[in-house]
């Protein structure tokens, strides 16, 4: 179950000092984007980074990467056991992410990186990341509704919950496109905890020159573009402290190499069910990340008035019909199905199919051919015979991205 709280997480870590520095990223909407541009302009600074974000996409321990590799399989294994030995000899009884989050700083330690990219899980005020006291910067992406249940149902209580990484005499970098009311609690929490200085993107228009005479500006997506000025400002922060020598313009292009899986991926299923093109995969499970995926699809897949099919599964709690609304169009195709058990995270379950389809027939759109699957390797195949070569996407659940990405690479192994 979800646990928020620092207690466990800093008794978990009260013996273990965090030698490396930080750059901790908080938001509803695009931290995993800032933290790979992030952690990819550190490699291209030969700078000895890690990254820790959350969930892991398709094995467990791939949440966390050494200069961009994924830490080794039996490193991360053996650290957790000692993590988890703690946890049982102390009776902490730390939650999965708790553990996860110690696992991952330890291995930091003992990999003796220099800057640490760190993704909060949930929030940040009580997000077990924020035990974090003295990171070199703090990052506020785009804050949206989503965990209500734990974070609150205004934006404005989401933002107090997000701004709790801030730090005393440590600078944010803010995505300065949040609504009005959520920018004045984050500047109201900054002045509490004298956080400084507070950089609003893209308010600052030397960044924006900077950022974009070095980069073809047209070559990422609005929300990207967002994304990688707030990274690039999270790294100039970082390395003026120390390495102040580094020119960090010169470290944007790494940026262009930067692929971000079950984030508007292609990706091929041939191997699956025979399709020959490419379908594309979106974890987009909130009003905020289904709008982005819904304008993406309408400039660059549909052709003509030709329907886009959707394969769809949601976590149980979301809200399924105000997700759908921002990407289903008249005459679309929607094929519901279950994600499967997540390792790790056993409170998180996929809602019903039936629940999908409900919502989906509630929009009152016209045409759509409505199915239902509980195997996730009959819907593709459903969901290939209703698209006839026509645009096929995968969306509201990054679980349901990972099955994807898991059965393709099971069936490529066996070939």
Known sequence: MIELGLARISRLLKDIPIRWRAIHVAGTNGKGSVCAYASAMLKAGKIKSGRFTSPHLIDRWDCITIDEETVDEKLFYEVESVVKARDQNEDIR???????????????????????????????????????EHPSVTVITKIGKDHESFLGTTLEEIAYQKAGIMKRG?????????TPTVVEVLRTNAKEVKAAPLVFVPQETELEHQVWNV?????????????????????????AQEHPSIETHLLL????????????????????VGRKQDILLDGAHNAQSAEVLGSYVDRKLREGSRPVTWVVAMSKGKNVQEVLSCFLRPRDNIIAVNFGPVD???????????????????????????????KLDDALRLAVDVANRGPLVVAGSLYLVSDVLRLVRAVEKLR
């Open 170 to 178: 440590l600078p944010c970098i803010i995505d300065g496109s949040n």
């Open 344 to 374: 790790g995270m056993p409170w998180v379950s996929s809602d019903d199919v039936n629940n999908i389809l409900c919502a989906a027939q509630s929009l009152d759109v016209s045409g759509h051919s409505v199915e239902g699957s509980r």
């Open 94 to 132: 730390a939650s999965e992410f708790e553990l996860l989050t110690a696992t991952a700083f330890e291995i930091f330690n003992r990999e003796k990186i220099e800057i640490g990219v760190i993704e909060v899980g949930m929030g940040g005020r009580q997000d077990a990341t924020n035990v974090l």
């Open 215 to 239: 980069l073809p500006k047209d070559q990422f997506e609005e929300h990207q573009q967002m994304n990688v000025c707030l990274a690039f400002e999270a790294i100039k922060e970082a390395l």
């Open 253 to 272: 292009p790494a940026t262009q190499m930067t692929h971000w899986p079950g984030r508007l991926q292609n990706i091929s299923i041939e191997s699956l």
